[in-house]
C-alpha cells in the first residue's frame, strides 16, 4: 500500500504526464481571469477552489469565471448555474464579497482538501488529496461518491505524508506528485 503503489503509479505516467506542471497551468488559467476582472490571482484562485468540489476542472473554471462576472456587475448569486453544491457557491460569493486577505482566505476554505488546492495553485507545496488521490494510495478503484472517499483529518495527513515521501523518492514537490499520479490513473481508468 501507500508508498509504494503511488510510485507504482508515478511510474506509470508517460513522459507528456511527468513535463506537464499541472498546477502552475491551473494558475496561468487564473491568472488570465484575474487580468479580465482587475482583481488578485488569489481570489480568483480561491473561487476556483471553492467551487471545486465535484466540478470537472473545465467546468470549474467556466463556473468561477462566470460567478465573479456576475458578482462584478452587481448581479445576484442565483442568476449563475455552478456544477458543484450550493453551499460551495455561496462560499465562493462570500470570498467575493468580503475580500479577505490571503491567509484569511484560507480560513474561510476551511475544507482541507479545497484549502490544499488553493494552496497547490498559488504554488504552496502541500498537497491536495482528494479521491483519486486515495485510490491510486490504496490502489482501488471506488468511485468519488462512495464513502470511503470520504477521508478524515488523520487518513488525509497520513495520505499526504505518502505522498511527500513518494516525491522526495524522485525528487520532485509532493503536489507533482499528486498531480502526475492523477493524470496517470485517470488515463489508465478512461476518466475523463
Known sequence: MSVKNILYWYEQSNEAERAFDWYSDAQEQCLKIALHYDMPVYRVVSVVAALSPNNKWERNVSNAYDLIGAYLRG??????????????????????????TYDETKIVLSGQKI??????????????????ARNIYYNERVGLTDDKTNIG?????????????????????????QAITWMAWRRHHGIS
Not at 448581479?75 to 479577505?100: G, I
Not at 488553493?118 to 482528494?130: L, S, V
Not at 497520513?158 to 507533482?176: H, R
Open 153 to 177: 483529518k488523520k487518513e488525509y495527513a497520513i495520505l499526504q505524508d505518502a505522498y511527500k515521501k513518494a516525491a522526495k523518492k524522485v525528487g520532485i514537490k509532493a503536489y507533482e506528485m
Open 115 to 132: 484549502t490544499c488546492f488553493f494552496e497547490n495553485i498559488m504554488g504552496e507545496d502541500t498537497c491536495t488529496i482528494d479521491g483519486h
Open 75 to 100: 448581479d445576484h448569486m442565483e442568476t449563475v448555474k455552478v456544477s458543484t453544491y450550493n453551499k460551495m457557491k455561496e462560499k465562493a460569493w462570500f470570498l467575493l464579497s468580503d475580500r479577505p
